[in-house]
C-alpha cells in the first residue's frame, strides 16, 4: 500500500455559505487529482483528519473543500475557526468515485446528493465541459443549496424536506418517484447510508442497470 503523504497548504479564501457551512480555498502545491477523488484535511496542529471530496475543478490553481461544521466533531470546529493565511494539513488524493473520460459524450447522467455530498459533483461540472447531467440535490432548507448558481439553469434541482422554498418540496426519494429516469442513465450517490439505500433501490426498480449506479457514503 502506497504510503500517504501530509504537507501543509496556506488558506487563501474562506467563503461562508450559511451558519454551520463553509468553502475553504487553499494553495494547491501541486497536488493532483481527479474529479471525484478525495483528500483528508485536518487542522495545522492536530492529530485528527477528516476525508473530504474535492470541491474545485482539476484545473483550478487551487483546491477547496466544502466543510459543514459538526459542533461535537473532531475535526470541523477546528477547521471553521481558521481563516486565510492560516494552514492546513492535506494527504495526497485518493479514490475511484470518478468519470471515464470516454463515456462523458452522448450519455445522461444523474448526480444525487444530500447535503456535503454534492461536492464531489461541483468538481464533475467544473471538469467535464458539455457534460449532460441533472443534480437533485436533498437538504432541509433551501438557503442549503450551496452556490447553485455554479450549475447550468434547469440541471440542479433543490429538493427541501423543511421549507417550500426549493425547488421540489420533498426527499430526493419522492421526486425521483415522481419523476423516473430513462433506464440509460449513469448515476452517481454521494451523501449519507440511508439516503443512497434507498435511491439504489428506486433507479433499480426503475430499471437502471447496478453496475451504471456508483455510491460514495459521506458519514
Not at 501541486?30 to 482539476?58: C, K, M, W
Not at 447496478?210 to 457514503?217: D, G, K, Q, R
Amino acid at each position: 500500500m502506497r504510503k500517504r503523504s501530509f504537507n501543509l497548504h496556506k488558506i487563501i479564501e474562506k467563503r461562508v455559505l450559511t451558519d454551520s457551512t463553509f468553502v475553504l480555498r487553499m494553495e494547491r502545491n501541486g497536488l493532483d487529482f481527479v474529479a471525484g477523488q478525495h483528500i483528508q484535511v485536518g487542522p495545522p496542529n492536530g492529530i485528527h483528519t477528516r476525508e473530504y471530496s474535492i470541491y474545485s475543478g482539476p484545473a483550478d490553481d487551487y483546491i477547496e473543500i466544502l466543510v459543514r461544521e459538526v459542533e461535537d466533531g473532531l475535526v470541523t470546529p477546528a477547521l471553521k475557526k481558521l481563516d486565510v493565511e492560516d494552514g492546513v494539513v492535506i494527504n495526497d488524493a485518493v479514490g475511484y468515485f470518478t468519470i471515464e473520460k470516454e463515456v462523458t459524450a452522448g450519455l445522461p447522467f444523474l448526480f444525487v446528493a444530500s447535503g456535503t455530498g454534492i461536492s464531489p459533483f461541483h468538481s464533475f461540472v467544473k471538469q467535464y465541459e458539455g457534460l449532460d447531467y441533472q443534480v437533485l440535490h436533498g437538504v432541509r432548507l433551501a438557503e442549503e443549496s450551496y452556490e447553485r448558481e455554479e450549475y447550468e439553469s434547469g440541471r440542479y434541482i433543490a429538493c427541501t424536506s423543511q421549507d417550500e422554498k426549493g425547488d421540489f418540496h420533498g426527499r430526493v426519494t419522492d421526486y425521483l418517484i415522481a419523476n423516473p429516469v430513462n433506464s440509460d442513465t449513469l448515476c452517481y450517490l454521494c451523501g449519507n447510508c440511508d439516503m443512497i439505500h434507498d435511491v439504489f433501490d428506486i433507479l433499480e426498480k426503475q430499471g437502471v442497470k447496478s453496475e451504471n449506479i456508483l455510491t460514495e457514503v459521506y458519514f
